[in-house]
């Protein structure tokens, strides 16, 4: 076990490196100049010399990229051109926006995906599967920005049953939150359903002519007690490997709400920044999130080894 | 894109649970298992013929690609004039699907539109299958460190999260047309790179190749010859999923104002457009026609992508 | 290990024991599948009888159909795409006629199963104590702590060592024979009154299998079961079961009481199986007695007697007509052929030799599939 977590960590630590690395070459290797932005009409070559100077972008590149690590480690992202608030306070404000998103979303694709999975897979080929599977196969041509605008349109603008824009935070009034963020995760969650109701369907079927399946009808259990109990649990590990896959997709949907819905989460803020040239908090953000990425991964990796009795840890 | 990995990692899932019949030597298993195993669907759908469905996709995928093609010598009104006199029309006969907010013709913003869109898809998957289909090809067949090294760097690549790297990409380098697609092109490559390595190398394992190489053929006509010729089915499918998913990011890109600019009309801000400035209350047809496009599209490729794998692999696809 | 039936859930089997007559009664079952080449006709009309605490065994080879009849029997099949016909009484109750509803209330409790690879047969992912206890707590009215205790007494009567510790184990962490124990364990965990084993033995170490054949025959004694064992390997039943059925292209060629069996075995395929097992005495290098051919299309079987492809014996009447399953003196042995073996020899009438053959007087053994073995019981 020891040995595992410590593979593990080493492994992390690698492709934080490499993430950071690339990020950082981001700026500084692509054309463009965050200087040109900045002095805007005081654009002189004498400007910008001093400017360069002042933010530290005449070193190599080598010492240029320890200072950032080293602030980095600090706790230093940098802070934002526009409104100068720090970047890891445009972070922390807007992770609870984005993590209460992802989690009703998934909620609500579990929900819908795993008794579904269930009931079609005992009778594959039978009306209700066959509805199924042509329905989820829809859901995968509803990407966010296409279903999104379209729930907008009908349920806020059409039937005003939801609001279109706005957001509270859970803590200040968790009713009007939820209302809120009801129209959004549901626009982000087509994919997750189309995904876990496939993948779920297609194992459970696979269990299901196993053996031991045979073997728990015959000890006299009922069809829902073997679904659950025996079915199920195996065949629920490719949906944890699904939901792992499935969080980049999650991520980039969540962009699309937050900019159509006006939430301020770290997509939106991700957003505003690029048009507005606002490129330490393009960088800041873009680190975070891909670390936070690799992390959700490996922690789902980790996962699995709890909970599959059968795979080895090395 | 969560379908593409799927193909890769649920066939281990599989696998955990071990082997389907273990007696099957005995026919009396073997008569069990002919009468559980046509449940399963996949055997009895790949005898059907394809299908009103997929021939119904074919036709709009290729009613899309034709008119994008065709747009300039198509009959399409110029899709960034602005006729003040016809506002917000529905459609009529003088404009088939209507008009804007600026009184630019919907039809013709949509068929050009749809042009980033196929670009994007098609080209970037070309790219992908360029440089990362045949680093896979020849590396899933020689093997070696340097397939190893290439592993690896495909590994830690896809280990970003593709859309965060492509916003920020964008972000310094310009949002236009050929950036775009060079970005998320590039992007592809290590995917392919993965799937058609993995398919190689499954394919290197087999007797056959055992077989021409003992008859002294040389790597370079085994790769083409054997290998190839095994991987396509595979490839086709997977290479129709990625399009799908580049033009979805593309379409994200797009919506977020990242992609090509607003005027040059693309689905994706299409959509957006028919979302601002309270389009959707005085003229919904804006929205209507390109999210519906869109949809169609995506669906049609899906679906064409998940017939052929039908048809092709039946044991090895799980979707 | 008997415990208190959960009320209102089972049938009253209490009254099995003052019940008339045999346990099972199986009467002409028929069981087909349809699959895409046709209706695979796998029991073909089989009839027979096993009363309590008295074991049967089912012989045949791959593809006579003895598992679909256990599992038939039990009313396991596949839910779709079956054809079942003839009857089942179990305990003076049509098991053929209940619905799966009601069945549940008989699997587990009253009839067992058990399969054939245990890798299979058990739940991966769970461990082997829950697997039992699943059992116990569904047909018995036991609480989660007892059912435990017992799961651990189970294992322990199967002679699995340290039954405290193994009873928290997954499935791939015993051997195959431990496996097989504790599918024992599951089976009888209720104690039934009748179980089927299904092959229970193929695939282990045949030191391993006689342990698991001992160990199910004294679980039987002392608990009065009835058994009946499924096999396609006449030496596991010849010292075990009190009597035999030989099944043959879904049908039953030939029943006896198991001395009688191999004492004067009437069907020529029942001589040719046992034939076909190597003994100890033959010099090595000495041929394996194959049968020769394959077994029939069970779709398409052939019109007459259905082993007559491949029967050394086997003359035009046996192409053309099929056998009734008939009995000559004692009504304990039935077979089903024309010309029955007597003593070990054929009955079957000489062939009249024909001018084409060749040599004049030469019997035509060539237009024979294998030469039959010659009478030496």
Not at chain 1, 91 to 114: H, K, N, Y
Not at chain 1, 191 to 197: C, F, L, P, T
Not at chain 2, 271 to 293: D, K, M, R, V
Not at chain 3, 63 to 81: A, E, F
Request: hydrophobic fraction near 50%; charged fraction near 15%.
């Amino acid at each position: 076990m020891g040995k595992y977590l410590l593979r593990r960590v080493l492994q992390l630590v690698v492709v934080a490196f490499v993430i950071s690395v690339l990020t950082f070459l981001l700026v500084h290797l692509l054309p463009g100049d965050p200087t040109t932005v900045i002095l805007g009409p005081n654009d002189t070559a004498a400007n910008r010399a001093i400017l360069l100077k002042q933010l530290g972008l005449n070193y190599p590149l080598w010492r240029q990229y320890l200072t950032w690590l080293g602030a980095v480690f600090q706790g230093n992202l940098g802070t934002s051109y526009l409104n100068h608030l720090p970047v890891t306070h445009i972070l922390a404000t807007g992770a609870p926006v984005d993590f209460e998103l992802i989690v009703i979303s998934q909620v609500i694709a579990f929900t819908v995906a795993i008794p579904l999975a269930l009931a079609t897979s005992r009778r594959p080929n039978k009306p209700l599967d066959n509805v199924a599977t042509t329905g989820t196969f829809g859901l995968l041509a509803l990407p966010p920005f296409v279903v999104a605008p379209i729930l907008v349109a009908v349920f806020a603008v059409g039937l005003g049953w939801f609001p279109a824009t706005g957001y509270t935070p859970f803590t200040q009034n968790p009713a009007q939150n939820i209302h809120q963020m009801i129209l959004p995760s549901v626009a982000i969650t087509a994919g997750s359903i189309a995904v876990y109701y496939r993948l779920l369907r297609s194992d459970l079927i696979s269990t299901l002519q196993q053996d031991f399946i045979t073997m728990a009808r015959s000890k006299g259990l009922s069809s829902r007690r073997i679904m659950w109990r025996h079915a199920f649990r195996p065949s629920s590990f490719s949906l944890l490997a699904a939901a792992g896959i499935n969080i980049g997709a999650l991520i980039a949907g969540t962009f699309v709400v937050e900019v159509l819905f006006v939430l301020p989460g770290i997509g939106y803020a991700l957003v505003q920044a690029v048009e507005q040239r606002d490129y330490l908090v393009v960088q800041g953000i873009a680190l975070v999130v891909a670390i936070a990425y690799v992390l959700i991964q490996f922690l789902i990796d980790f996962l699995f080894t709890v909970v599959d009795p059968r795979v080895v840890r090395e | 894109m969560p379908d593409d990995r799927e193909l890769l990692d649920t066939g281990a899932s599989s696998q955990l649970l071990g082997d389907r019949f273990p007696g099957m030597a005995a026919t009396d298993e073997a008569v069990m298992a002919i009468s559980t195993e046509h449940l399963d669907g996949d055997d009895v759908l790949a005898a059907r013929p394809l299908g009103f469905l997929f021939w119904f996709a074919v036709g709009w995928l290729s009613l899309v690609l034709l008119s994008a093609v065709l747009a300039n010598v198509l009959p399409l009104q110029n899709p960034n004039f602005q006729n003040y006199s016809a506002l917000n029309q529905a459609p009529s006969t003088a404009h088939w699907l209507g008009t804007d907010d600026l009184g630019r013709d919907l039809l013709a913003r949509l068929v050009v539109g749809s042009r980033v869109s196929l670009i994007v898809g098609i080209c970037g998957v070309a790219i992908g299958l360029v440089f990362g289909g045949t680093a896979g090809l020849v590396s899933g067949y020689k093997g070696g460190r340097l397939d190893v090294a290439l592993n690896a760097v495909s590994f830690i690549i896809l280990a970003f999260p593709a859309i965060v790297a492509v916003i920020a990409i964008v972000a310094f380098w310009g949002p236009t047309l050929l950036h775009i697609t060079i970005i998320l092109g590039v992007a592809t490559i290590p995917l392919m790179f993965r799937v058609i390595r993995a398919s190689s190398l499954s394919f290197a394992q087999r007797d056959f190749v055992v077989a021409a190489k003992t008859m002294g053929a040389t790597d370079t006509r085994i790769v083409l010859r054997e290998i190839l010729p095994n991987v396509v089915p595979v490839t086709v499918t997977f290479s129709l999923i990625t399009m799908a998913g580049l033009i979805v990011i593309e379409g994200t890109l797009a919506f977020l104002g990242l992609s090509v600019s607003l005027p040059t009309p693309s689905w994706g801000n299409l959509i957006f457009e028919g979302t601002s400035n309270g389009a959707l209350s005085t003229n919904p047809y804006i929205l209507l026609w390109p999210a519906l496009s869109m949809f169609l599209l995506l669906w049609s490729i899906n679906l064409i992508g998940d017939r052929l794998r039908q048809r092709f692999d039946i044991r090895e696809g799980l979707l | 290990m008997i415990g208190r039936r959960r009320g209102g859930r089972t049938l009253e089997f209490a009254d099995v024991g003052s019940h008339d007559g045999p346990l099972l009664v199986v009467d002409d079952l028929h069981t087909a599948f349809r699959t895409p080449r046709g209706t695979v006709r796998a029991v073909d009309g089989v009839s027979f009888e096993v009363s309590e605490g008295r074991t049967l065994g089912i012989v045949g080879e791959s593809g006579s159909g003895k598992t679909v009849l256990s599992r038939s029997i039990m009313g396991l099949l596949p839910p779709r795409d079956v054809l079942r016909s003839g009857t089942v009484h179990f305990g003076g109750h049509e098991l053929s006629a209940m619905s799966e509803t009601q069945l549940r209330t008989v699997w587990g409790a009253e009839l067992s199963m058990i399969f054939q690879d245990p890798m299979t047969a058990l739940n991966p992912v769970k461990r082997i104590g829950t697997q039992i206890s699943e059992s116990l707590l569904l047909h018995l009215d036991m609480d989660k702590k007892e059912a435990r205790a017992t799961a651990i007494e189970l294992l322990r009567s199967v002679g699995i060592p340290s039954p405290e510790e193994r009873v928290r184990w997954y499935p791939f962490q015993l051997s195959g024979g431990m496996r097989q124990r504790v599918m024992i364990a599951i089976a009888l965990a209720c104690a039934p009154r009748l179980v089927l084993a299904d092959e229970p033995t193929t695939g282990l170490d045949v030191t391993v299998q006689s342990q698991i054949l001992d160990l199910l025959a004294e679980l039987q004694r002392e608990r009065h079961m009835a058994v009946i064992l499924v096999t396609h390997d006449l030496g596991v039943v010849a010292t075990r079961a009190d009597e035999i059925i030989v099944m043959y292209a879904g049908r039953i060629v030939e029943r006896a009481p198991t001395r009688t069996l191999f004492r004067d075995t009437k069907m020529p395929y029942t001589r040719a199986l046992m034939d076909s097992i190597p003994r100890l005495a033959d010099p090595s290098g000495a041929r394996l007695d194959a049968i020769a051919g394959r077994p029939p299309d069970l779709v398409h079987p052939p019109s007459g007697c259905r082993f007559a492809p491949r029967c050394p014996y086997a003359r035009d009447k046996c192409r053309e007509q099929d056998p009734p399953l008939r009995t000559v003196g004692s009504p304990d042995h039935v077979f089903a052929c024309w010309y029955p073996l007597v003593d070990g020899a054929s009955t079957a009438p000489p062939v009249p030799v024909t001018l084409a053959a060749g040599t004049a007087g030469a019997a035509p053994a060539a237009a024979h599939p294998a030469p039959g073995p010659e009478a030496a019981p």
